[in-house]
């Protein structure tokens, strides 16, 4: 599907910014509603708990100061757009980095959709055929020509989810989940800073 017929200036123009995407979630948030049309107790929850996480990224994102370089160099004005919604767990351990990664270059513009909102882009842009979230697609501003797309986590991540869909091996939902922020702590930004001095490059 050319890109050209799903992503458009007319839907950048209407997309968030980093801080209007936080203010839509907090807003939500006051009405005890979420993003998407699933604004269960447990939804709920999750983006109260991923307002924290993101609110405690925002002040602690490390980000390497060879890929700081690199991306203070760029010359091409583009657009990061990013498919999201508030209840991802993994959006909101990886937008806080995207979003300071982003602003070492004023030629970078971020902006984010909400997926659900969106599925014709979504199917454009599937994970092993699923609607895996967040996705940023990297896009020249000029002509909306792709660059590099990432998502929906980092690779080492994305292969021990892989291999708990294919067995579980006797471990719950609620474990894996919590072991995966475990695995983000943990990494501190280590593997997300690697695979953008790949892409950059």
Not at 138 to 165: C, H, I, S
Request: with cysteine.
């Amino acid at each position: 599907m050319p890109i050209t017929t799903v992503i458009t200036p007319e839907l950048i123009k209407d997309s968030f910014t980093y801080s209007s995407y936080r203010s839509h979630i907090d807003e939500l948030l006051k009405e005890e509603k979420t993003t998407g049309n699933n604004h269960s107790p447990d939804m709920i929850n999750y983006t109260r708990m991923n307002v924290q996480r993101m609110n405690r990224w925002d002040k602690t994102v490390v980000i390497n100061a060879e890929l700081r370089e690199k991306v203070e160099h760029l010359t091409t004005p583009q657009i990061w757009l990013v498919l999201t919604e508030a209840w991802c767990g993994d959006a909101a351990q990886n937008i806080p980095f995207i979003a300071k990664l982003s602003g070492h270059n004023p030629l970078i513009e971020l902006r984010f959709i909400l997926r659900d909102e969106n599925p014709e882009i979504m199917d454009a842009y599937l994970t092993n055929g699923g609607r895996s979230i967040p996705k940023l697609i990297a896009l020249e501003k000029d002509n909306l020509e792709e660059l590099f797309t990432w998502g929906p986590r980092p690779q080492a991540l994305q292969q021990k989810y892989l291999a708990y869909r294919a067995d579980s091996k006797g471990i719950s939902q609620e474990e894996f989940i919590n072991s995966i922020h475990l695995w983000y702590a943990r990494d501190k930004n280590g593997n997300i800073n690697a695979e953008f001095m790949a892409l950059i490059d």
